[in-house]
């Protein structure tokens, strides 16, 4: 099967933003939009609040199995205001690898992941230089979203499927100490964080419901949307399980 790789840069060209990051395991406070599944239009003007009008948007549609149509993806984001839009995408880790694959990286402000499967996401990505590339965007006051699978592969410890047992997987570490679960209520996927979080009782576990978000800014964890994000913890050996809505700002934890 032929490798799909597509760097598309459109609209504008926005001045190169230099990064400082030094290394990639030291994170200072996150920007992140986390979407709990399929949003309406007007979630996505919250992450346009988040990353400012004049982003680079770098836009990851690798969890999809659909073909990549880049035009109809930089008219889908231009209708959100952004006016900057690279498509980056490879499912070949060599390709992932390669320097001119990752250039739009070093010089972007925002990164969307779009939704579909997260294995697709960490098998192309995870441990290349794509993975680094981010985590040093973020280290330049940089944002990154996602929704779906763009919401799950943001924790480190990563549920990559299951039923009420997951299979857990690696991810990115966007969101140091916590575990991250999508299409939360309305596929009932409750017992499936439970589990994963006795799994590794040191996480905290969101669960993230369709059309709502985690806008993460300033160590600050806001929540917006029309359902909810529930917050999974084990404490002192006993699940404890929290509900926020729009407009509640959420506690890392309880312990």
Known sequence: MPVLIIVIVAFIIAPAIISSASNQDIQPA??????????????Y?????LTGPDAKLVV????????????????????RGFLNITVLHTNDREVASFTEFTEPLRTATAVWFSGGSQSRIADAYIGTPVEKELY????????IGGSSAGAAIQSRVMIRGGGKEPIISTG?????????????????????????????????GFGID??????????????????????????????????????????????
């Open 30 to 43: 996150p920007k992140l939009f986390i979407g709990g599944g399929s949003l309406p239009e007007t979630m």
């Open 45 to 49: 003007e919250e992450f346009l609040k």
């Open 60 to 79: 990851i549609p690798t969890a999809s199995s659909d073909d990549i149509d880049v035009e109809e993806i930089q008219n889908i984001w231009h209708s």
């Open 136 to 143: 040093q965007l973020l280290q330049r006051g940089g944002v």
């Open 172 to 204: 990115l570490e966007l969101l140091p100490g916590a575990i991250i679960d999508q299409h939360f209520l309305k596929r009932n996927r409750l017992s499936r964080l439970i589990a994963a979080v006795r799994i590794h009782p040191e996480l905290i």
């Open 210 to 255: 369709e059309g709502t978000a985690i806008v993460v800014s300033d160590n600050e964890y806001r929540i917006v949307g029309k359902s909810y994000v529930l917050r999974v913890e084990l404490v002192e050996g006993v699940i404890k399980i929290d509900a926020f809505e729009d407009g509640d700002i959420m506690p890392l934890a309880d312990r």
